[in-house]
């Protein structure tokens, strides 16, 4: 049986790993902001049967890379394993891209030289695999299902091309 988990925070921890020019503050409940227009932003995160989601500000016809590099494998859920989940949203969380494993033999996750499609506010979620989206008829996401069954630590990587 799994445990079933009252709405948890959007973010259970991070750390900053390399601080990008202009970063904010988060707010403990909020998306954590990353900075992208000058470069590479890396943070780190840890998650298990929930998400957790980054912020960042794009331009129209920038290319970005996501990558999840899982760090360490976490006890306290049914897989003990990689499996990491990523998704690519747009400002009014729509699914833009998503990526469940890398290659085949590789169970983190990358979303590979996207082009974002206009300026503005996109978002990063990162799951572990089982977590399933609500969507509704406009794409977008509307809450999640918490059933992830992994638990990881990671690295999340947002490249920019430009
Ligand atoms: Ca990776
Ligand atoms: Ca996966």
């Not at 033999?105 to 572990?128: D, M, W």
């Amino acid at each position: 049986m799994k445990l079933m988990l009252p709405i948890v925070p959007l973010i259970s921890s991070f750390v900053m790993l390399t601080a990008a020019v202009g970063q904010a503050p988060a707010e403990p409940s909020g998306p954590i902001i990353l900075n992208v227009a000058k470069g590479n932003a890396l943070v780190s995160g840890n998650v298990s049967t929930g998400y957790n989601l980054f912020q960042f500000e794009g331009s129209q016809g920038q290319t970005i890379t996501l990558d999840v590099d899982v760090t360490e494998i976490l006890a306290g859920t049914s897989h003990t394993d990689e499996d990491s989940q990523l998704y690519l949203l747009d400002h009014q969380g729509r699914i833009l891209a998503y990526n469940d494993d890398e290659t085949e033999n590789n169970f983190e996750s990358r979303i590979s030289q996207f082009i974002l499609p206009k300026s503005g506010t996109y978002y990063a979620a990162v799951t572990t695999f089982g977590n399933t989206p609500v969507i509704n008829d406009q794409q977008q996401i509307t809450a999640w299902n918490n059933s992830g069954l992994s638990h990881i630590r990671y690295d999340l990587l947002v490249q920019s091309h430009q």
